[in-house]
């Protein structure tokens, strides 16, 4: 009798949970919040490849959101800051993904030979570019500006949400004295250290859906 | 029916003081050109001819004119862009006071990014202080270099502009004047004042929330029909998050969703508060500073 019971909550209940639970889903279970496991998501990257999240556990992440025509991206690109630090992070094995969410006739949209144009005459070097005129990546992480830079460690968990820095201005002379939070995550956090600033509000250009 | 017609009224006022506002302009020199609009400082024209004693102020305005569909950015930018910013050149004798901000609007940029700021035209008032007697000099210079971020939902675009206005100053005794009049005519509604001191202001902190709580006192028949929150600092709350709005005995109080950004409790809540109501024309926009305290749960715990 019990039994029963339980088997016809459980049949009636169950659509209503797996509703509730799919609506929920974007905004409560996948969204990117610092401590909790990085929404995992498979990208489409400017040289052709497919990137997976999840393959990428045991290293340290970096995601930087991007939209070249932005006056806060191009700070940091035309100061030559990105690319050092892409550089220098890749080279200790972090991998660095640059994301593109501007959606087609937007600010920031190309395709991928145009990308690939870009990072060659930037001398960008990122492990990828992922290409997300949908803005389905964006999205799952709430990703606000241009540069919007969460930073993910080896188990897989969000360490870093927010700025690239502290100096949230154009001006490509503010890009010496700031405080790069990204780099500073990362520097803590192989040292055995919590992040000492894990929360920021990311400066930018807002990202164009 | 009358509760359906307030949202009208409401951004019928804005769009009338916006009217106004370029009614006013519309008799002054062009601009000069930002992107996708112009900027031109102005000044009270009361102060042309007159001498100025030490210790008289008067108001200069930033005057912006956009194309539609682009904006520039309130003090507290929401969650992306940034506000002009103004490095002043002024002749001896004169000193810039902060910018005073009119009540700046929501702009919804997508589902998940609000942004505050101004369209289509909008003055940001600068006080000018005489720390000495402007008399003897012919005219006085000012000199305004402002760098700004003018955006679209589709793009932003950095703009600089250099600003000069020259005024004419004479040995004549200053007459009575308003101050601003000029500048804004018709537009005072649109820049935030104290409320009215009855009316009492009060936040508490809710956990994943802050709830602003206004007790309207005797203000009878005041009925709120809408109510939205501009925070004066950044990473305190949700922009884009509803704001939702209760009536409550002598008032109403409206929640605030807080931001992941927020890692300390803060102590008071600072920003405008824009209320408009069914009955009356009322559509005003308040300086709010209030204290938070936390909720009662919490301090029934923590006695």
Known sequence: MEGDMKDMKRSTLYPLVVALVLCAAPSLLLAAKVGAPAPDFTGTASN???????????????????????????KQYNSGNMQQLQKRWTGQGVAWFTILSSAPGKQGNVSASEE???????????????LDPRGDIGHLYDAKTSPHMFVINPQGVVIYDGAIDDKPTTELSD??????????????????????????????????? | MRACETGPVFWRAIRLGVALLLVAASALAEGTPIP???????????????????????????????EKGWHIYWINPGDSGEPPRVDWHLAAGLTAGAIDWPTPRRLEDSSTIVDYGYEDAV??????????????????????????????????IPGKAQLLLTIPIEAHASSPHSRRADLLTGTHESFPGPPPTSWKFSAADAKDSLVLTANLGQSKGLHITQALFFP??????????????????????????????????????????????????????YLIDAPVSLNMNHERRNP
């Open chain 2, 232 to 285: 004066l600092a950044e990473s305190q709350i949700a922009n884009a998050a509803p704001q939702k709005l209760v009536p409550a005995a002598n008032g109403f109080r409206l929640t605030l969703r807080k931001t992941d950004q927020l890692l300390k409790p803060i102590e008071r809540l600072k920003g405008v508060l824009t209320i408009s109501g069914e009955n009356s024309n009322l559509s005003e926009s």
């Open chain 2, 123 to 156: 003055v940001l008032v600068v006080p000018m202080h005489a720390d000495l007697r402007l008399a003897a000099q012919k005219i006085v210079q000012l000199g305004a270099d402002v760098k700004l971020l003018v955006c679209s939902h589709d793009m932003c």
């Open chain 1, 48 to 74: 052709g490849k497919t990137v997976h999240l999840s393959d990428y556990r045991g290293k340290y992440v970096v995601l930087e959101w991007h939209n070249n025509g932005c006056p806060f991206v191009g």
């Open chain 2, 36 to 66: 996708h609009g112009t900027l031109e400082l102005i000044a009270e024209k009361w102060i042309e001819k007159q001498s100025l004693a030490a210790g008289e102020e008067f108001d200069v305005g930033l005057h912006f004119q956009l």
């Open chain 1, 116 to 130: 690939n144009a870009y990072m060659a005459k930037m001398q960008a070097a990122p492990t990828a570019a992922l």
């Open chain 1, 175 to 209: 890009v010496a004295g700031a405080r790069n939070y990204v780099s500073l995550a990362l520097e803590q956090s192989l040292a055995g250290k919590p992040v000492a600033t894990p929360v920021t509000r990311p400066y930018g250009c807002s990202v164009k859906y």
